[in-house]
């Protein structure tokens, strides 16, 4: 499974962006499907993730209320809705999928077996 991710940007605080994920080589609905962001000098963590064929959907403490995830299985993609955007959250994201992640893993970034390739969202303030 090759990810493609796609929506990153330039805006101001306050704007709002959709990155989007679309799979080849898989359907969404296969699988656990989560968003991580990496900021400069920073590691790699968590945003959301929705568990497969329906399932639990999580969301990191400092984007709740903020950021939504969605699939789209006519599209075959799976979006990230971010509204409310802070500079804090600028960073590169980068979408990943796994197959069997349990519940209780799915903000671990280990958990997944696909990464794309990242997408550039830049905040100013």
């Known amino acids: 499974v090759q990810l493609q991710a796609s929506g990153g940007g330039s805006v101001q605080a306050g704007d709002s962006l959709r990155l989007s994920c679309a799979p080849s080589?898989?359907?969404?609905?296969?699988?656990?499907m989560g968003w991580f962001r990496q900021s400069p000098g920073k590691e790699r963590e968590f945003v959301a993730a929705?568990?497969?064929?329906?399932?639990?959907?999580v969301y990191a403490n400092p984007v709740k209320g903020r950021f939504t995830i969605s699939r789209d299985n006519a599209k075959n993609t799976v979006d990230l809705q971010m509204n409310n955007l802070k500079p804090e959250d600028t960073a590169v994201y980068y979408c990943?999928?796994?197959?069997?992640?349990?519940?209780?893993?799915?903000?671990?970034?280990?958990?997944?077996?696909?990464w794309g390739q990242g997408t550039l969202v830049t905040v100013s303030s």
């Open positions: 990943a999928a796994g197959r069997t992640i349990i519940t209780s893993t799915m903000t671990n970034g280990e958990s997944y077996h696909y």
């Open positions: 080589g898989g359907t969404v609905r296969s699988y656990t």
């Open positions: 929705t568990k497969s064929n329906g399932g639990s959907i």
